[in-house]
Antibody
Framework: EVQLVESGGGLVQPGGSLRLSCAAS????????MNWVRQAPGKGLEWVSY????????YYADSVKGRFTISRDNAKNSLYLQMNSLRAEDTAVYYC????????????WGQGTLVTVSS | DIQMTQSPSSLSASVGDRVTITCRASQSISSYLNWYQQKPGKAPKLLIYAASSLQSGVPSRFSGSGSGTDFTLTISSLQPEDFATYYC??????????FGQGTRLEIK
């Protein structure tokens, strides 16, 4: 059974940093591209970042470019999102999502982790 | 970025009704259109990919159609568990994947 479990969310002050993790199991993690998608409270879904299976190709949404860094450790079956210079508008539930790879749809999602940026 | 516009934003319907949700792209996206269902406090769930392909395990009352800029998600006979929020997503422009604003389906 495919499982994605996020962790690392919490309350952080504006300008602060946080590192999210996503532990994958039930599939060959190193063969799949991965993404982070977020959802602000009461709002819709926003794609945040993409990483290829090897980690060699990375993309970011303009809203987080230069502040967030996506990475992965295929030996540990884990995906990460390092978030720096956090702003109030980064407050959201952050989901990791497996990318199907050819048609770029997200076939499995984690349960999400809440990040709250507030003083 | 490609803008995705869903209509309606909210919809009230009864169990057994046939429901259609529309998604329009700001430019042609061929068939790179996917649909997700999200229930309160839960992660989104993939329903339809490539405009009309049913994801494994999804009931056959869900169907998708369209290509180019106009797409529809149809639920042929609403069940109590179908009341949720539905999102379309374009995967034609990568990077730059975008979602529609969502359609909230409520019980009448």
């Amino acid at each position: 059974e495919v499982q994605l479990v996020e962790s690392g969310g919490g309350l952080v002050q504006p300008g602060g940093s946080l590192r999210l993790s996503c532990a994958a199991s039930g599939f060959t993690f190193s063969s799949y591209e991965m993404n982070w998608v977020r959802q602000a409270p009461g709002k819709g879904l926003e794609w945040v970042s993409y990483i290829s299976s090897s980690g060699s190709t990375i993309y970011y949404a303009d809203s987080v470019k230069g502040r967030f860094t996506i990475s992965r450790d295929n030996a540990k079956n884990s995906l990460y999102l390092q978030m720096n210079s956090l702003r109030a508008e980064d407050t959201a539930v952050y989901y990791c999502a497996r990318d199907e790879g050819l048609l770029y749809y997200f076939d499995y999602w984690g349960q999400g982790t809440l990040v709250t940026v507030s003083s | 970025d490609i803008q995705m516009t869903q209509s309606p934003s909210s919809l009230s319907a009864s169990v057994g009704d046939r429901v259609t949700i529309t998604c329009r792209a700001s430019q042609s996206i061929s068939s790179y259109l996917n649909w997700y269902q999200q229930k309160p406090g839960k992660a989104p769930k993939l329903l339809i990919y490539a405009a009309s392909s049913l994801q494994s395990g999804v009931p056959s009352r869900f169907s998708g159609s369209g290509s180019g800029t106009d797409f529809t998600l149809t639920i042929s006979s609403l069940q109590p568990e179908d009341f949720a929020t539905y999102y379309c997503q374009q995967s034609y422009s990568t990077p730059g994947i975008t979602f529609g604003q969502g359609t909230r389906l409520e019980i009448k």
